[in-house]
């Protein structure tokens, strides 16, 4: 059960943290805590597992990173699990998750993958595909960011 302290941690965790000396500070105020009382919260949310890691979102388009493709694997399901730790752990990796196949649909992972151009996604692809030993695969590059927001728990 969440205390009222850690629902409203949470409630400030929600929106990006303040490029401040002190960020755990701004997100105190904005929780109605003392920085201690929002740093305790915080380690108990990880403590229990609420919370698994704190990690930084870069606007890739912003950067450089300008494509992205979701590369979709056929991966024998005695594979799953070694091939998808080993493509989760490839630098240029950012979600990465096993799914069942569908009717008319084969394949069972799925690796998001970011580029600076159709051409780098593809190399990468061709590289993490000899890298696990599976040359089943397929690119779907993105056409357009139709949404993209942080998950809300609390409002």
């Avoid at 890739?60 to 024998?76: D, K, M, T, Y």
């Avoid at 799953?80 to 009717?103: I, Q």
């Avoid at 799925?110 to 990468?124: C, D, N, Q, T, W």
């Amino acid at each position: 059960m969440l205390t009222d302290v850690e629902k409203r941690v949470i409630l400030a965790l929600q929106r990006d943290l303040e490029v401040v000396p002190q960020p755990f500070q701004a997100l105190a105020e904005r929780a109605g805590v003392s920085e201690e009382e929002a740093l305790a919260a915080i380690r108990s949310l990880k403590e229990k597992g609420y919370i698994r890691r704190f990690g930084a979102t870069l606007r890739h388009q912003l950067s450089g990173f300008e494509a992205n493709a979701l590369v979709v694997w056929i991966i024998p399901p005695a594979e799953l699990s070694r091939v998808g730790k080993k493509l989760a752990g490839h630098r240029a990796v950012t979600h990465c998750y096993a799914r069942p196949p569908a009717p008319g649909w084969p394949y069972n992972l799925y690796s998001m993958v970011h580029g600076k151009s159709p051409e780098e996604i593809r190399a990468l692809a061709a590289e993490m595909s000899k890298d696990i030993g599976i040359a089943d695969y397929d690119i779907l590059f993105s056409e357009a960011e139709l949404k993209k927001t942080t998950m809300r728990y609390f409002s």
